[in-house]
């Protein structure tokens, strides 16, 4: 209920009527178990053997080596990723776009130099640092303006998150993570989809 409260906060900001809110969230909710399909990169890397199996062999010229295929998936999740980063774009036809790239721009380098790439794992970023930089940096923009400052901070922050923590890091990633690589993969709690929700809420 908490939850809906807020996303019912959220969409009025946004420019939608209040009862669409609890269709959005049910549509992220959903959504997050969607991955859609957008690339993929097989590389081949070089594997060294353990000591194990060298001390097994009694004679060798150097240290030998093997070299396999890693497949690597990259998807967009529909939930954490291409709703939050639809409902952004919207906000271009009600906010300027000059200042949601303004934000969006200040927000992808904070996200860029916050997060972290861990490996088996993915990004990791404090949940509050975008919110708080999208939040503060509209505020400052628009003198105050909750009407414009709320969409404002939407647009630019999932944007922004959306750039700096994932787009810009997903090289990093590709090279030391096979497997499939959800962008907004965590859904409804990804950091983009947070992000944008936060931002509203604290503006």
Not at 96 to 108: D, F, N
Not at 117 to 125: A, F, L, Y
Request: aromatic residues 6%; charged residues 10%.
């Amino acid at each position: 209920m908490i939850t809906l409260d807020a996303v019912q906060v959220a969409t009025a900001k946004l420019g939608f009527a209040p009862d669409v809110s609890l269709l959005l969230l049910t549509l992220i909710v959903v959504g997050s178990t969607i991955n859609i399909h957008l690339y993929e990169r097989v590389s081949k890397i070089t594997v060294i053997p353990d000591l194990e199996q060298l001390r097994g062999l009694r004679f060798f010229w150097g240290i030998p080596l093997k070299r396999i295929e890693q497949k690597t998936i990259v998807a967009l999740n529909v939930g954490g990723g291409l709703i939050p980063t639809l409902l952004a774009l919207y906000q271009f036809t009600r906010v300027s776009p000059l200042l949601i790239l303004l934000v969006a721009t200040v927000v992808t380098i904070v996200s860029y130099y916050s997060a972290q790439v861990v490996p088996g794992i993915g990004i990791q970023m404090n949940a509050l640092i975008a919110p708080l930089t999208a939040a503060m940096t509209s505020i400052l923009l628009t003198a105050g303006s909750s009407a414009t400052a709320a969409p404002l901070a939407f647009a630019g922050g999932v944007l922004g998150v959306l750039i700096g923590a994932d787009l810009l890091h997903l090289p990093q990633i590709e090279r030391m993570t096979p497997g499939i690589l959800s962008i907004g993969g965590a859904g409804v709690f990804d950091g983009i989809a947070l992000c944008g929700l936060f931002a509203v809420l604290l503006t």
